[in-house]
């Protein structure tokens, strides 16, 4: 068994059995590991940011680490932006990066570079083999790290000579350290202040779906405290029957606003909150002076036990009351587009269970209020603010939950990013409806540029934002790409075109046409 193979062997009596790769010479050898290995399921991606990305939300819905294979420094460099959202988001990734065999690293070859700088960046972990005999051992360590503090960035550096020379048999990955966890004194102070007027519970990570929402739920309801999550949530369970939670929107002002009555801010599962951005005249923090924020639990530690201390310390009953969604589902709508139609149409016809990944930007609000109220479903943000995410993370959803109908809400400005997962979804026949929002342009952009202050939208800023001139024919880009789709100026025109994508399984695109000022 060579190094390459003894890795292969690791990873699958690991249960890592998913692969999001886009290869070169330096992974020869692991390719042909692979392929003596039909069980582990290898997805090709035309560009590493779609493997990063699928890797994300791969692991936000399987719960499982996804590994993907890149090439040498460059390979990471273009993963690295879907990277960033996924360490943002918890995900639990092993990265494998092959890199020339290291007698071969003093020369000044073309795609030296340096893999550890660039992986340190992003990985909480990285390591380079350095012996064909330790790369089993490598690998579980990385695997381990992947799945260590809820889910974390481990990267293995594989140089060539050692995927090729003579390895030793698979490898277990050892136990997980254990999670810190906070004071019995810090549950007492918590459970204290949810009582008290102004409490919020502020929650993310696991809290945000299954048993644990339901219990963030009952402490809600048992204290009256107000349940809150923030903009950029890795994933949310919505919809009818689900539980009520605020989530804080974008815009600092719009957050001022929302947190304007909270005198306690308990988080579980998260950092502090902060605005998205600096803005001149506008504080970074969202909620008021007079509030205390009680930094509980960080996303890094242990959530389910802290949820159930504060449970307990607050004599919550197994069967407390959750304040729960009310499925309301709206009238078919017609007529011109507008947003807020959109939302509707899709929040009546999603099927259940469906996940949608947003990342529609200035549509979001529409849309995501609209389904709110629909059939239960998750939700998908994308978490780190680099954009990009959706076709990917909707790819990865998709190969995780082959069951379920996931819908990507996309902006056009963002999906330009990484179309090119719109192939892999038509390769693999997964089951994702495409919108992509055409409104022609960077359309935040705009917007933020009034918000810093510059009050006019000259030449070179338009040409900066505006996606016009040539203007992008979405469904040509999904043909092309081999995925059918039909374009939609109308309401009736995106019903029936939202019925077919919903009806029709594998990959469907909808460009669903803004109408311009
Ligand atoms: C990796 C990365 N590059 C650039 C940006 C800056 N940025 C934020 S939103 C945006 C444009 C989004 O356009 P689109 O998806 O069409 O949404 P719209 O604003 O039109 O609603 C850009 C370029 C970013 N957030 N991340
Ligand atoms: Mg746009």
């Known amino acids: 068994?060579?190094?390459?193979?003894?890795?292969?062997?690791?990873?699958?009596?690991?249960?890592?059995?998913?692969?999001?790769?886009?290869?070169?010479?330096?992974?020869?050898?692991?390719?042909?590991?692979?392929?003596?290995?039909?069980?582990?399921?290898?997805?090709?991606?035309?560009?590493?940011?779609?493997?990063?990305?699928?890797?994300?939300g791969y692991a936000r819905m399987s719960g499982n680490v996804a590994a993907t294979l890149l090439h040498l420094a460059p390979g990471f460099g273009n993963a690295f932006s879907n990277l960033h959202n996924a360490?943002?988001?918890?995900?639990?990734?092993?990265?494998?990066?092959?890199?020339?065999?290291?007698?071969?690293?003093?020369?000044?070859?073309?795609?030296?570079?340096?893999?550890?700088?660039?992986?340190?960046?992003v990985s909480h972990w990285t390591r380079t083999c350095d012996s064909a005999r330790s790369v089993a051992r490598d690998?579980?360590?990385?695997?381990?790290?992947?799945?260590?503090?809820?889910?974390?960035?481990?990267?293995?550096?594989?140089?060539?000579?050692t995927a090729w020379d003579a390895g030793e048999s698979a490898a277990i990955?050892?136990?997980?350290?254990?999670?810190?966890?906070?004071?019995?004194?810090?549950?007492?102070?918590?459970a204290d202040v949810l009582h008290q007027p102004g409490a919020c519970l502020m929650?993310?990570?696991?809290?945000?779906?299954?048993?644990?929402?339901?219990?963030?739920?009952?402490?809600?309801?048992?204290?009256?405290?107000?349940?809150?999550?923030?903009?950029?949530?890795?994933?949310?369970?919505?919809?009818?029957?689900?539980?009520?939670?605020?989530?804080?929107?974008?815009?600092?002002?719009?957050?001022?606003?929302?947190?304007?009555?909270?005198?306690?801010?308990?988080?579980?599962?998260q950092h502090?909150?902060?605005?998205?951005?600096?803005?001149?005249?506008?504080?970074?923090?969202?909620?008021?002076?007079?509030?205390?924020?009680?930094p509980l639990c960080d996303p890094d530690m242990d959530i389910d036990w802290t949820l159930r201390a504060l449970a307990k310390a607050l004599g919550v009953a197994a069967d407390e009351?959750?304040?729960?969604?009310?499925?309301?589902?709206?009238?078919?709508p017609d007529g011109a587009v507008t947003l807020e139609k959109a939302g509707a149409a899709i929040a009546a016809l999603m099927p259940e269970n469906s996940i949608i990944v947003n990342e529609s930007v200035t549509a979001g609000f529409a849309l995501l209020s609209a389904t709110r109220t629909a059939r239960p479903h998750d939700l998908l943000i994308t978490t780190g603010g680099a954009i990009g995410q959706c076709l990917p993370c909707a790819t990865g959803a998709a190969v995780a939950c082959p069951d379920r109908k996931v819908i990507a809400l996309t902006g056009d400005g963002s999906a330009m990013y990484t179309?090119?997962?719109?192939w892999t979804m038509a390769r693999e026949r997964l089951d994702v409806v495409i919108v992509v929002i055409a409104n022609c342009g960077y359309q935040i952009l705009h917007g933020e540029l009034l918000a810093v202050g510059v009050d006019s939208v000259g030449h070179n800023a338009r040409r900066m934002f505006d996606l016009v001139d040539p203007m992008l024919d979405w469904v040509a880009l999904a043909k092309g790409h081999g995925v059918p789709g039909a374009r939609a100026a109308s309401m009736e025109e995106f019903d029936s075109a939202l019925s077919t994508g919903f009806e029709t399984p594998g990959p469907y695109l909808i460009e669903l046409v803004i109408p311009q000022e």
């Open 139 to 161: 690998g579980a360590a990385a695997i381990a790290a992947a799945r260590a503090r809820g889910g974390q960035i481990a990267t293995l550096i594989l140089p060539a000579n």
């Open 272 to 294: 502090r909150p902060v605005a998205f951005f600096a803005y001149p005249g506008k504080p970074s923090l969202p909620e008021p002076a007079q509030c205390q924020v009680h």
């Open 419 to 422: 179309l090119q997962s719109l």
């Open 203 to 269: 929650i993310a990570r696991d809290a945000l779906y299954g048993p644990l929402f339901q219990l963030a739920g009952q402490i809600a309801h048992k204290t009256g405290c107000r349940l809150l999550a923030d903009t950029a949530a890795a994933r949310i369970e919505r919809g009818g029957g689900a539980v009520q939670i605020e989530q804080l929107v974008y815009h600092i002002d719009g957050k001022l606003g929302q947190l304007s009555d909270a005198r306690h801010l308990v988080l579980c599962g």
């Open 1 to 56: 068994m060579n190094g390459a193979e003894s890795l292969v062997k690791t990873m699958l009596d690991n249960g890592v059995d998913t692969c999001f790769a886009n290869p070169g010479t330096s992974e020869m050898h692991f390719v042909a590991a692979l392929d003596g290995h039909p069980e582990m399921r290898c997805i090709l991606c035309l560009f590493e940011g779609g493997t990063s990305g699928a890797a994300d």
């Open 173 to 190: 990955h050892p136990s997980l350290p254990a999670l810190h966890r906070p004071s019995e004194a810090q549950i007492a102070a918590a």
């Open 87 to 121: 360490r943002k988001a918890g995900s639990g990734i092993m990265n494998i990066v092959g890199d020339h065999a290291s007698y071969h690293l003093k020369y000044e070859s073309p795609l030296k570079g340096d893999v550890e700088g660039v992986s340190s960046a």
């Open 321 to 332: 009351p959750i304040h729960k969604i009310t499925l309301d589902l709206p009238d078919m």
